[in-house]
C-alpha cells in the first residue's frame, strides 16, 4: 500500500506548503502517548539489524524511547537535557548538544516551519491516513539523505529513510493504552 501510494504522490504536481491539520494533531499530540516499536536498519548489501522496544511521549514532560532487544537502552530527553544508558554506561547532557537539535527544537510545540524549509514534500490523505514522501532541499541533508516516506494512521507510524549509500532505516511504531506501554 506504502509503495503504490507513495507512486501517486511522485506523480502528483506541487509540494506540500503548510502541514495539514489532520496531520498536525497526529504529529504533535497534547495527551501522553506511549506504545511499541521495531526498527530495522538494512545495509546496501542486505545485512539488517533489527531493534525493538518502547516508547513514550508526555507532552512538556519528556520523550523516552527504551530499546529491549536485542539488547536495553534508553534515551530519555526532557526539555532542557537527555540522556542515553546502557549496560555500560550513561550519558547526560544539555539538550542543545544533541547533533541536528536546533532544527527539530520547534517540534515539540507544534511548528513543523523547520521541516517545511529542509524538505520538499508530496502529501495523500486517504481513508484516515496519511502518506507523506519527503526529499531534502536543505544541501546539508542532501549530501546523505535521498528521501523519507511515512504512512500514518490513528494508531501507527511507519517511516522510513533511505540514504544516499542505500542503507535504510524503518521504524514501525504503534500507540497503545498508557497502562499497556509500561
Not at 125 to 150: D, T, V, Y
Not at 162 to 167: A, E, V
Amino acid at each position: 500500500m506504502l509503495v503504490g501510494c507513495l507512486g501517486v504522490l511522485i506523480a502528483a504536481s506541487g509540494f506540500l506548503q503548510e502541514i495539514p491539520e489532520s496531520l498536525r494533531q497526529r504529529l504533535a499530540p497534547t495527551n501522553e502517548v506511549a506504545g511499541v516499536f521495531v526498527q530495522t536498519k538494512t545495509l546496501a548489501s542486505g545485512e539488517k539489524f533489527v531493534s525493538s522496544g518502547c516508547y513514550r511521549l508526555r507532552p512538556g514532560v519528556d520523550f523516552e524511547w527504551r530499546y529491549t532487544e536485542p539488547f536495553e537502552a534508553r534515551f530519555l530527553a526532557t526539555d532542557d537535557k537527555y540522556e542515553y544508558s546502557n549496560e555500560d554506561e550513561t550519558i547526560s547532557r544539555p539538550l542543545r548538544q544533541l547533533p541536528g537539535f536546533s532544527n527539530f527544537a520547534e517540534l515539540r510545540d507544534g511548528n513543523f516551519a523547520g521541516l517545511m524549509e529542509a524538505f520538499d514534500s508530496k502529501y495523500k490523505e486517504e481513508n484516515g491516513r496519511h502518506f507523506l514522501l519527503s526529499m531534502p532541499r536543505a544541501a546539508r541533508l542532501r549530501k546523505f539523505l535521498e528521501r523519507i516516506e511515512l504512512e500514518i494512521d490513528s494508531t501507527n507510524i511507519e517511516i522510513k529513510a533511505t540514504f544516499k549509500d542505500k542503507t535504510t532505516f524503518k521504524a514501525k511504531l504503534h500507540d497503545l493504552p498508557a497502562a499497556k506501554a509500561d
